[in-house]
């Protein structure tokens, strides 16, 4: 793997403009008020340096000084460590365990067959029909704590919140009776941060 340039004093996220793995690190970048640069990579025509960066040649990549990191999940929680405020995953071994297997489910479930190749269309439908079930069933959680981990945010709300962004368009709806996790939805999506997070082709999905 390439070293990245020493003439990168900022923090440098390479990213795409409707990636959703990307958009989970720009949230977490703001939500933390780090300043950084986006290189905005068009898929289709990828940059030759993102290739010495990064062995897969895919966004995100992040670097920061001496290091580049990829896989959205890494970068999280990498930012969370090296950045703590505001803490974005718990300091007990047993809370943080349950956080990374809710990152887990979330990738395993949900985002790779909507948003990685090789899924067939029946692993699409399955995944959206746990989607709705599961937020549905979170509204009584959401009915007492304002998280999915309590009251604060967490690395686990940054994660699914790109997903939950994408709803209108992914063609997937909530229940009506689901009003404590429309609320929580909406909760998030009015934070500055998770606004600053968007690109103009993420405004427009809503």
């Keep these: 793997m390439a070293t990245p340039s020493s003439k990168k004093t900022l923090m440098t996220l390479y990213s795409s403009n409707d990636c959703v793995f990307a958009h989970r690190v720009r949230f977490v970048l703001e939500e933390k008020a780090m300043e950084y640069q986006t290189i905005d990579v068009d898929l289709g025509n990828r940059p030759e340096d993102l290739a010495e960066l990064n062995p897969y040649n895919q966004v995100p990549t992040l670097v920061d000084r001496d290091l580049a990191i990829h896989e959205s999940v890494l970068i999280m929680e990498y930012l969370d460590e090296r950045f703590p405020h505001p803490p974005l995953i718990p300091v007990d071994p047993i809370s943080r365990a349950k956080v990374r297997l809710g990152l887990l489910r979330f990738d395993r479930d949900w985002f790779a067959p909507l948003f990685q190749p090789g899924y067939g269309a029946e692993q699409v439908k ?74 103009p082709a993420e405004k427009a999905m809503r």
Excluded: H
């Design 126 to 199: 399955t995944a959206k029909e746990q989607i709705r079930s599961t937020l549905a069933g979170l509204n009584s959680i959401f009915s007492q704590q304002r998280y999915l981990f309590g009251d604060d945010l967490s690395v686990l709300d940054c994660a699914i919140a790109p997903l939950l962004w994408r709803m209108p368009v992914l063609d997937i709806s909530l229940p009506a009776a689901a009003r404590a996790t429309q609320n929580y939805m909406d909760r998030i999506f009015s934070m500055e941060s998770f606004k600053r997070s968007l690109t």
